[in-house]
């Protein structure tokens, strides 16, 4: 299984953002998929996830300013990010996995905090 994030770069706050998540050898639909951020020293935090019902859920810390989406006919995940803010810097990683749930992290390691979990190799968004 491969994931890939694209979409990050720099952006001024305020400013919008969108990122993409493309795979292989997994199937997005009917799966539990989503996105968590790094930053250097913070703990890692979740962003946001679609379970494999369907539904959707961000944490409140998340302002309501992303919205998750997955396009089940091209197999892709997006994270559309809205009003950003310097402290939405940081590395942001796709995660996905047929039947584990995406859980909340506990470390400054998403991979090792979460496991067991597809990840991606992360893409930067940086906010100025």
């Known amino acids: 299984v491969q994931l890939v994030e694209s979409g990050g770069g720099s952006v001024q706050a305020g400013g919008s953002l969108t990122l993409s998540c493309t795979a292989s050898?997994?199937?997005?639909?009917?799966?539990?998929v989503g996105w968590y951020r790094q930053a250097p020293g913070n703990l890692c935090e979740l962003v946001s996830t679609?379970?494999?019902?369907?539904?959707?859920y961000s944490p409140d810390s998340m302002e309501g300013r992303f919205t998750i989406s997955q396009d089940d006919a091209k197999n892709t995940m997006s994270l559309q990010m809205h009003t950003l803010k310097p402290e939405d810097t940081a590395t942001y990683y796709c995660?996905?996995?047929?039947?584990?749930?995406?859980?909340?992290?506990?470390?400054?390691?998403?991979?090792?905090?979460?496991?067991?979990?597809?990840w991606g190799q992360g893409t930067q968004v940086t906010v100025s």
């Open positions: 995660a996905a996995h047929p039947h584990r749930i995406l859980l909340e992290p506990t470390s400054t390691n998403c991979q090792q905090s979460v496991t067991g979990l597809y």
């Open positions: 050898d997994f199937t997005f639909k009917n799966s539990n």
């Open positions: 679609i379970n494999d019902d369907g539904d959707t």
